[in-house]
């Protein structure tokens, strides 16, 4: 049995199995005796590790037996491994040859926070998002059937992820054109099923055995010659699994289902595995796990340690006290959505499986009859709010903006195109820091703005937040407030619920010769550029429709237009400026400052934006640049 810890260890632990087991192939060559200590080693060296870095932290430790057994049985990386989201891939980095790079985990220039194509060959698939493993790993299995090669797919999918449409429609697809795979849905005892014990493992066993798919097969060939004999039988077969596993749904899918059997249990899953590999068409493994599983806290309260932030060191000087931060936007946001639902009793909110992320749990609590979670399935919250707003009620979808990327054509299709008023609280706007690309906003102006009748802003600040959630409550149609992760500028919140003036910007500092047009949260950096070259500031406050008027003033009192914005530059609120230019036939030089065409990697966020060019220095820099060219 697993070992239980109760204390995230600071000191490097002792793993002399670990040791030893540094990539898959060093693995294989444990004796299967060894495979219980080799597990509670690498779930303690996983503790330390991410007490060292911080990162995700519940997920891994729940499948530290699953991931020993999958390396154990298959032959990885030739076989193909997929792991869904890839909070859960710790333990597989560790055993694949990365386990010293553990220390440079999510920092700039270190290894990625979620598997990567690029950094090794043992991760078949870039994941960040949720629900893709059954559909890469069948790509995966068509194509070794094409090039006649016997490599096997599998794929991790947590229960949390088979909420989405995306995973059934592989279900389906993949028994339509019989795919040799294996799906192992690791359910970490969150929902389905907690039918776990000695039964069910040893129908597992029994169910997945080649003497039992031998002898299934060999009815199947009989009976097919006896009209209508096969069918019952097959139909009997299903009834019988069915009233002891709950496979039923799967079965139904045209899967072979095993389970549920105990993912902690190593050699149950060592059996159960090696009786599945070898198996034709579709198959199904449901795994019990326990999200937390071997460290006390963790398993009390899996939520609160899905992620962990790095353990200081015990003697570490006191720090020097910082100037007092601002609400978490996302906190602003909440407060706001309770505000305004004490006031409107049209208002509804929905987010796809983001309550605590996007901060909804004290309106969950307040108004639980309007308050609506949708599970994974960005699609479904958003034309689930259309529908609701055909009807009169006045939807806010809470919305991660990577992850409203994937419900982009219910945007259009559904919102847009029948002008419904609904509104989007776009959370995670711009970099998000550790994280990387794959959960970056950096899109969500660019793809709003060309949407016809979007009202699309950006806060500067807290207040400005709130006052824009009201604007767009208020906006007859759909819009979209966008903000960033984390803290703001500590900004005096106004108590009440006052809308502003749609399509106005506002000039926060006049100056001469340079213009800088702020589209969000870098207002307080081109504050102080402003300062520094005398120039104007202007927090323009609207993407769409933009404030042509005092664009066309700032045009014509000025030298140099400079458009700021956490946002890809290509077809972003800086490219509305020069499309509004052009149009105009206003011949002005406009410096584009944003997010560059390629993907910024995970780092720190103040390093990110460096990168960019997006702090002070970097802003200071790309105008003395700029104007020195158009003085020469």
Known sequence: MPTTFHEIPRERPLTPLLDRASTPDELRRLGEAELETLADELRQYLLYTVGQTGGHFGAGLGVIELTVALHYVFDTPDDRLVWDVGHQAYPHKILTGRREQMASLRQKDGIAAFPRRGESEYDTFGVGHSSTSISAALGMAIAARLQNSNRKSVAVIGDGALTAGMAFEALNHASDVAANMLVILNDNDMSISRNVGGLSNYLAKLLSSRTYASMREGSKKVLSRLPGAWEIARKTEEHAKGMLVPGTLFEELGWNYIGPIDGHDLPTLLATLRNMRDLEGPQFLHVITKKGKGFAPAEVDPIGYHAITKLEPINTPAAVPKKPAGPKYSSVFG????????????????????????????????????????????????????????????????????????????????????????????????????????????????????????????????????????????????????????????????????????????????????????????????????????????????????????????????????????????????????????????????????????YVEHAKPAQMLAECGLNEAGIETAVRQHLSMLDS
């Open 335 to 598: 407060q706001w959505l309770c505000d305004m639902a004490a006031q409107d009793p049209r208002l509804v909110g929905i987010t796809p499986a983001m309550k605590e992320g996007s901060d909804l749990v004290a309106f969950s609590e307040r108004f639980p009859d309007r308050y609506f979670d949708v599970a994974i399935a960005e699609q479904h919250a958003v034309t689930l709010a259309a529908g609701m707003a055909c009807d009169g009620t006045k939807p806010v979808v809470a919305i991660y903006s990577t992850f409203l990327q994937r419900a982009y054509d219910q945007l259009i299709h559904d919102v847009a195109v029948q002008h419904l008023d609904v509104l989007f609280a776009i959370d995670r706007a711009g970099l998000v820091g550790e994280d990387g690309p794959t959960h970056a906003g950096s899109f969500d102006l660019s793809y709003l703005r060309c949407i016809p009748g979007m009202l699309v802003m950006t806060p500067s600040d807290e207040n400005e937040l709130r006052r824009m959630l009201t604007t767009g409550h208020l906006f007859d149609g759909p819009a979209a407030v966008r903000y960033p992760r984390g803290s703001g500028p500590n900004a005096a919140i106004e108590a009440g619920l006052e809308p502003l003036e749609i399509g106005k910007g506002l000039i926060r500092r006049q100056g001469h010769k340079v213009a800088l047009l702020v589209f969000g949260v870098q207002l307080a950096e081109a504050l102080k550029v402003g300062e520094t070259l005398g120039a104007t500031v202007v927090d323009m406050r609207f993407v769409k429709p933009l404030d042509e008027a005092l664009v066309r003033q700032l045009a014509a009192s000025h030298e140099l237009l400079v458009t700021i914005e956490e946002n890809s530059i290509m077809g972003g609120a800086g490219s509305a400026v020069s499309e509004f230019l052009a149009r105009e036939n206003l011949l002005k030089p406009v410096l584009h400052l944003g997010l560059p065409d390629y």
